[in-house]
């Protein structure tokens, strides 16, 4: 087992961090799937692999699964870099084509577990004992909702499968509800809310203890989800609209009802979110990252903030284009003056806290 914490670590790399949002098994599935799995071991030059997360400190997270629509993601990226952008939204995927999808990031993240990179956690217990032992610890996470059939049937059985989180939208329209698009400046009041389905999606997750994520849902689903979910309210990789006014980002009333439910926000690295002008250049200063935890943790507390990187999936701030160098950001953190209780609560101890309310194990 390949350790990534534990007692010996140093200052720089400790507290360890779990982190809320991350793309790779998509960067895995595009490699070549499971035979990529080996790269992942030795160091694959991705931003999170073995090598890396022993060097960061990184103790894993939300590991998800995610169906690609067919783009130029190089155009989208040079459209993000202008002062104002409206990226139009990529058609809807059928459940027919995004459940083999589904299935094969799934079997590569089994794949990552048998080769003893990582393990799955299906309860808090589960994912105490990881960062307690230093072992990288992984929770299933599908981000989009394509591969979940109307009756939820496939829901049920992904939960069998270790299912523990998911969204019901990447952005792109489901049978579940409606994403925000990438447009910047706006607000992410873009269109309605969840459907039918999508409000019984929620209902059944509540049941089965599968926490929803509420990163890429325009703000009408938020709501929705709001007035329909016993559970608490999570952006797992959301940033502050008030600094960055992007769609992605959540208001300070969204805010304060992710803090009245005893949710949580994950802070999320990608250079869009971050900077005031909303654009995807990566000379974005680790201030900057604080400034929006500063935020977040004024209108929802210190026991509601983490980290939600966006790792393989975005455009990141050049000091941290791998989880080796967490380091500099935990640097920058206490240098800004959070002691070692508040670095701890953000570094995991949060995540650790809202998945064991949500998951009621």
């Known amino acids: ?70 783009m130029d993601l190089d155009e989208k990226f040079t459209e993000m870099t202008k002062d104002a952008y409206d990226l139009p939204l990529p058609d809807p995927i059928d459940w027919e084509d995004a459940f083999p999808i589904v299935m094969s990031q799934a079997a ?20 105490r004992a990881c960062l307690d032992a230093g072992k990288l610890a992984a929770v299933f996470h599908i981000e989009g909702a394509e591969a979940i059939d109307p009756d939820l049937n496939t829901l049920d059985v992904l939960y069998q499968a270790g299912l523990r989180s998911i969204g019901p939208v990447w952005s792109r329209k489901t049978i579940f509800g409606h994403g925000v698009p990438f447009r910047y400046p706006s607000t992410p009041d873009t269109g309605a809310g969840l459907t039918d389905h999508g409000l019984r ?68 690295f990608a250079v869009a979110f971050l900077r005031a002008d909303g654009k995807m250049l990566p000379e974005v200063p680790l201030e900057q990252m604080i400034r929006h935890l500063d935020h977040l943790i004024e209108t929802l507390g210190e026991d509601r903030v983490g980290f939600g990187s966006d790792y393989d999936g975005a455009i990141v701030p050049e000091p941290l284009q791998s989880c080796a160098g967490l380091p500099k950001l935990r640097a920058a953190m206490r240098q800004h003056g959070y002691d070692d209780a508040l670095m701890t609560k953000l570094c995991h101890g949060n995540w650790l806290r809202v998945l064991e309310k949500t998951w009621g194990q």
Not at 45 to 50: H, L, S
Not at 108 to 126: M, N, P
Not at 219 to 241: C, I, M, Q, Y
């Open 108 to 127: 590569i993240l089994f794949e990552l577990e048998e080769q003893g990179a990582l393990t799955i956690c299906r309860s808090a217990a589960e994912l």
């Open 201 to 268: 999606l929620v209902k059944r997750c509540n049941v089965l203890g599968i926490m929803v994520d509420l990163s890429h849902l325009n703000e009408a689903g938020f709501w929705d989800v709001a007035r329909h979910s016993a559970k608490p309210l999570v952006a797992t990789h959301s940033n502050v609209h008030a600094i960055c006014p992007h769609t992605r980002n959540l208001t300070d009333k969204q805010l304060a009802a992710i803090a009245e439910s005893d949710g949580m926000v994950g802070l999320n």
């Open 1 to 70: 087992m390949y350790r990534i914490g534990g007692s010996s670590l140093g200052q720089a790399i400790q507290p360890a961090i779990f982190d809320g949002h991350n793309d790779v098994l998509l960067k895995l599935y595009r490699a070549g799937g499971a035979s990529a799995v080996q790269g992942f071991v030795e160091g694959n030059a991705g931003a999170i692999d073995v090598p890396a997360a022993q060097a960061g400190g990184f103790a894993g997270g939300l590991f998800a699964v995610f169906v690609p629509s067919p």
